[in-house]
């Protein structure tokens, strides 16, 4: 067996574009998803020739977790079979760990995701101009900016918001409580939504709730399934949208973009598969630096200064 190299992922390319002729495209697209897997085996602090069967198990678990759809969980896995079959070709590796790792079925349902244009129609059909229509603005700029349950949402407390620091305490699943960064649009639209809350005369014991009714009282799950249902409808957009969408589509467009997968189980409140001791090394300014860099509303914040 060879010694370690430095970089077998390079190599790896090299083979695709020299002996196996891949097209440019089609070379990025697996290098794309074979650094998903990278980001994913450093985390865990081991390397790619010391991966496991377990660890590349686990990655596909995760890649299911968070709402990938199984097409592209199929594409991304035949591309990690691929890799380590070119590692054990090439003599780093005397056993293929991914010999027994299972795709996952296609006909399996998978929530529907929200592309970037779909969200912005949503978000521009809404009238701002009225404490509700605001509201709703900066509830889908919330679930879609930091990727929360609706139950999640309904439940933020004006206590829980730290947004000098760009964070917000969420009370999930069993009571765990976890910082998420909050996108820099999200954190606008909440401003932009304060004066109205302002004035809205508030039940006893309702204060502290972010999200309010006109009545005063917490906004309820079915008030935000409804309204988005029908901004959906009002926008032309046929797919059968929820709040747990936005959630999806967060998951979706931040691994698209190159997050690491470990940090996005973390924002998104998931346990692990295997071990409740995943995330002690992902402290809360790595979670910032990953939602600052992928999340497409801060590209997008990011592109339009510097233009």
Known sequence: ????????????????????????????????????????????????????????????????????????????????????????????????????????????????????????????????????????????????????????????????????????????????QRLVPISHKAIEEINAYTPYRDKIKIRPGEEDFLFLSKWGKRISRITVFRFIKDLAAATGIKKAISPHTFRHSFATHMLEGGANLRAIQCMLGHECISTTEIYAHMNTRTLRNEILEHHPRNRADGDSQSS
């Open 1 to 176: 067996m060879k010694n370690k190299a430095p970089d077998v992922t390079t190599k790896f390319k090299r083979y695709l574009m020299l002996e196996k002729s891949l097209a440019a495209n089609t070379v990025e697209a697996y290098m794309s998803d074979l650094k998903k897997l990278t980001d994913f085996i450093k985390a865990s602090g081991t390397d790619m020739l010391s991966a496991s069967y377990h660890d590349l198990q686990e990655f596909a678990a995760t890649l299911n977790d968070v709402g990938i759809h199984p097409r592209s969980q199929m594409r991304i896995i035949s591309g990690i079979r691929g890799f380590f079959r070119f590692l054990v070709l090439d003599g780093y590796l005397e056993k293929d760990p991914s010999e027994l790792l299972s795709s996952p079925k296609p006909g399996r349902h998978i929530p529907e995701v929200l592309s970037l244009e779909e969200i912005d129609m949503m978000v521009s059909a809404i009238d701002a101009s009225t404490a509700e229509g605001q509201r709703n603005k900066a509830i889908i700029e919330t679930l879609y900016g930091c990727g929360l349950r609706v139950s999640e949402l309904c439940n933020l407390h004006l206590s829980d918001l730290m947004l000098d620091d760009e964070y917000i305490k969420v009370t999930g699943k069993g009571n765990k």
